[in-house]
């Protein structure tokens, strides 16, 4: 007979702290349970959310649980995300740090062309900033690198817009060890955001090198390429905490590397309270047995 797995129930008001912290650029403190704003959006990352009041509860409930670090981008929706936060959080609480991201067009659901330019970039960083109601953005990341523009390009118009003051910090998303080497030679990298899960550990050699860095590694899509035996490992550490298997996949995360700055979306308030809950979790001798920790964790 099929038994519905429950997810576990946090036990604080606010579970988020329970994931330690992590500072970015030396000076920005946030909690390592974040919110990926992605799911508040269209279907296909398209166009506005089906419950935009829902969406709007789960922006507001973030703060409720913890939660001090929201990641979104302009490409999102587009920009429907960023909006939405503007509209449920603005003015911001002094703790909380919003990372935004810009390089990727738009041209219809689940479509995400990739524009590296200056001309692009600059629209793209004065559209957040006027959609967040920001003068300046504290954690702004490349989406990705073009191969079809001259990296200087972009990478200097980085370093650029933050001497002048829009952006505080910068990262990168979905970038090899190779391309952050090349980063750091126009600005300090705080941030990398790459696709990693438990089931999918290709980014192995980058996590270690935002370890020796001191670069917070930021994971998504945590459920992600996991074979069968991966995913029966999870199921029995899942039954084990009396817990969901995506919150085991959150609690891996953590305990994977004190540079983990986790971002599971939802667009709803239910889901968001369970991957936060998912803080609490500590992991086993015996769970790190089914489910190692990555080489030199």
Known sequence: MFQQVLPMQSTTDKPAVASGTITLGGDLTVNRMGYGAMRIT????????????????VLKRCLDLGINFIDTADSYGPFVSEELIAEA?????????????????????????????????????????????????????????DDKVPSEEYLGFLKEA????????????????????????????????????????????????????????????????GDLGNAAAIKRVAERHNATEHQIALAWLLAASPMMLLIPGTSSVKHLEENTAAAEIKLTDDDLQDMPLPAGA
């Open 42 to 57: 269209g279907e296909g990352i398209w166009g506005p959310p089906k419950d935009r009041d829902e969406a709007l509860r």
């Open 89 to 145: 959080l603005h003015p911001y609480a002094n703790d909380l740090v919003i990372g935004t991201k810009g390089a990727l067009l738009r041209t219809g659901p689940n479509q995400w062309p990739v524009d590296g330019s200056r001309k692009h970039l600059e629209e793209a960083l004065n559209g957040s900033l006027k959609r967040l109601k920001l003068e300046q953005i504290q954690l702004y990341q490349l989406h990705r690198f």
């Open 162 to 225: 933050q001497q002048q003051g829009k952006i505080k910090h910068i990262g990168l998303s979905e970038v090899t060890v190779e391309q952050i080497k090349e980063a750091q030679q126009y600005f300090e990298v705080v941030s990398v955001q790459n696709m990693y899960s438990f089931g999918q550990q290709k980014w192995n050699d980058v996590l270690a090198y935002c370890e020796d860095q001191n670069i917070a590694f930021i994971p998504w899509y945590p459920l992600g390429g």
